[in-house]
Structure formats: structure tokens, C-alpha cells
């Protein structure tokens, strides 16, 4: 059985890296409530896109999004004011994949970590596998996890509303080019990727989707090369409006207070 060094102090990297991830969608703000149908047709392109990034009003959804460096899903519930989200991140060294989720209900949230691929690995934390509350109490950094901040999870509102151009090219299709050294538009993508961008960053190009319910369905940005790094996606979907499951405490046997081993690896 081969036993791999360091790795649990690895892991607990990996775990930090993805609580840090999934801290990061804190929301920026963006669009307020969708406005009342216009009595005339809309002039603005960006206007109505903008109208259609959620506001709350369109019951629990499912989304998903990426960048440069990772990989989010769940879903967000606007009545329970809470969000179920995912990541995970694979060991370049040792080849496991840790799988972290998080569930915030107001004030409340549980934690989840599972690890695959460690077949021949030993030295790996063992964890309930089962959801974890966490006091915030415990927290001596709180901001190594997420919180119920609003419901554009993959702020798209920001962004497009740095838009300098939008363009509707079909049916419900938007094209335009955003700049990203505007407003909030930075930090929804990435301070340290904007910077490195230089005055490419004010000349990023994006397509949107809206769905026939008038839901945006999704946001693309094709962020370009820059330096030594090489062009990426900035990728945002939303889907399941109204139909997605609600959230809701987990119970009995499906929960548990987190053990100190799981602060010790959201705080490294």
C-alpha cells in the first residue's frame, strides 16, 4: 500500500483552496427587481438583458459556472434565503479529488467533504460523511465560507452592467464587449486575472442567452490570452426557474456537528 506523503496536510490545502472558492461568490449586488413591461418596446438591448438576471422573484433554480480555475454547481432557493454549492479539485501530485459542498440557510450552515480516487492512499483526514454545522462562532477567519448574499450567484448583473456595447443578434441571443476595469466587474471575475489582462481587459467579449420565461439562461465571456496565461471562459448558466428543489435543514441521521478536524481544514 503505497502511502502518500504529506497528504493530509494536502488535503487540507485543497480543502482551503475550495472554501476560499466557494467564499468568493459573494454576491456584488447587481440588478434590483425586474421592472413592469414597457408600454413601448424596449430601445436598450443591455436594458432588458439586464432585466432578466434573477432577482428573486422566479422561485429556486439550479446554476452552474467556471473560470479560470474552477468549477461551481447547486442550487439557490430566494424564499429560504439559502444556497447549496459544490467544487471540487484534483490533486495534481497524488491524483484524489476532493469534493466540498456547502449548504447556507440564513444564518445556519453545514458543510460536506468527500474524497475519490484514493485507492493506494492512506494519511487522508477521515470525515463524517454526512452534512457538518458549523458555528461561526468557531470561525476565526469567516470569510473561508460562503453566505447568503442575494440570488445572482455568477454575477452577471456586474458584469453586464459594464458592458460598453450589447447587440440582441437573434432571439433572445446578446453579444457584446464588456469592460472589465468598470465597477464591480473586476472583482465578480477576478482582481488578479483583470489585472493581468492589462488594457485588454476593457475589450472582453461576452455572449447571453435569455430563455423563453425571460430568464437570463446564461453568460459567457471569452476572456483573451494575456502574458503567459493562456485565453479562458468566464461561464455562467442558470436553469430550472421555479422548478428546482427547495432547501431545506438537513435532519436526523443526515446531519451532525462538525468535528474539530473540519475547522482545522477550513482554516489551513
Known sequence: MTQAPGSAGTTRRAVGTLAAMLAATTLLGGCGPKSEP???PRTSPKEALLDAVPDGTEGP????????????????????????????????????????????????????????????LTGLPKLPNRWMELD????????????????DIGNAGPIIEAATTVEEKSDRTYAGVVDLTRSEAAEAVGEEE???LGEAARQV????????????AS????????????????VVK???????????????NAAQPAPKLAYEMLMG
Open 38 to 40: 414597457a408600454a413601448e
Open 61 to 120: 433554480f439550479r446554476f452552474s459556472g467556471k473560470d479560470a480555475t474552477s468549477d461551481l454547481s447547486g442550487v439557490v432557493d430566494p424564499e429560504a434565503k439559502g444556497i447549496d454549492l459544490t467544487a471540487a479539485v484534483k490533486d495534481p501530485e497524488h491524483g484524489f479529488t476532493t469534493r466540498m459542498s456547502f449548504l447556507v440557510l440564513q444564518e445556519r450552515i453545514w458543510m460536506k467533504v468527500k474524497f475519490t480516487g484514493t485507492e493506494g
Open 136 to 151: 461561526r462562532a468557531r470561525l476565526t477567519d469567516p470569510d473561508t465560507t460562503p453566505t447568503y448574499e442575494g440570488v
Open 194 to 196: 483583470v489585472a493581468a
Open 205 to 216: 467579449p461576452f455572449t447571453a442567452v435569455v430563455g423563453p420565461d425571460g430568464n437570463l
Open 219 to 234: 453568460l459567457t465571456l471569452d476572456v483573451p490570452a494575456a502574458g503567459k496565461a493562456k485565453a479562458w471562459a468566464y
Open 238 to 252: 442558470y436553469v430550472d426557474y421555479g422548478s428546482a428543489p427547495k432547501l431545506a435543514a438537513p435532519s436526523g
